[in-house]
């Protein structure tokens, strides 16, 4: 199954929201991951099961699916949201991740 | 405390091995689901391989039957040899701890469905070149 992200950079304000989107190359149901990276680190779980929030991470992350459509939404944008965002499938191998969709703060 | 801890990554010439550990502390992987994922420094991720609790492996075509991962309960580490490395081989290598979503715990799934990386290690790098 291919990923494929949009866009692969955004750069919005404090206090704006985001939405970026992962289409896949077929349907299938919420089983999709996202990611968060900053520069240097490993990535860093945010949501499965395509809108379930991992322990931990802010509610103004949240995530969503229409058809083949898989969106992350970033809400009150924060200076720490700086970072590389990915979709991942799993719902098949293998298991593919989305190129990235960088996040910058203005 | 979830830890991981990679170490083994280095420079080595194409159609080398290597084989990278991952430590793991705050778990037992015994009884774990765990994965490597990659990256290519500056570029995007790319999941290699998984190993189930019942060690069961599953590989991306792109290492497979070149790579094997495997589990050392002794050690509470999480290994991946590396044969026949290519320059494309070349990248972070990253261990993770992996677990099932709920709605697989509680339904029929097809085996690869529904599993997520939840912790990951500061990764290891390999570099194949002549």
């Known amino acids: 199954i291919q990923m494929t992200q949009s866009p692969s950079s955004v750069s919005a304000s404090v206090g704006d929201t985001v939405t970026i989107t992962c289409r896949a190359s077929r349907a299938f149901s919420s089983y999709l991951a996202w990611y968060q990276q900053k520069p240097g680190k490993a990535p860093n779980l945010l949501i499965y099961e395509a809108s379930t929030l991992q322990s931990g991470v802010p509610a103004r992350f949240s995530g969503s699916e229409s058809g083949t459509e898989f969106t992350l939404t970033i809400s009150s944008l924060q200076p720490e949201d700086s970072a590389t965002y990915y979709c991942?499938?799993?719902?098949?191998?293998?298991?593919?991740f989305g190129q990235g969709t960088k996040v910058e703060i203005k | 405390e979830v830890q991981l801890v990679e170490s083994g990554g280095g420079f080595v010439q194409p159609g080398g091995s290597l084989r990278l550990s991952c430590a793991a502390s705050?778990?037992?992987?015994?009884?774990?689901?765990m994965s490597w994922v990659r990256q290519v420094p500056g570029k995007g991720l790319e999941w290699v391989a998984v190993?189930?609790?019942?060690?069961?492996?599953h590989y991306s075509d792109s290492v497979k039957r070149r790579f094997t991962i495997s589990r050392d309960t002794s050690q509470n580490k999480l290994h991946l040899q590396m044969n026949g490395l290519r320059a494309e081989d070349t990248a972070i290598y990253y261990c993770t701890k992996v677990f099932r979503g709920s709605y697989c715990r509680v339904s029929t799934c097809n085996t690869d469905q529904d599993y997520y990386s939840d912790f990951w290690g500061q990764g290891t790098l390999v570099t194949v070149s002549s």
């Open positions: 190993i189930y609790t019942d060690d069961v492996p």
């Open positions: 705050g778990f037992d992987v015994t009884n774990k689901y």
């Open positions: 991942q499938q799993v719902e098949s191998f293998p298991w593919t």
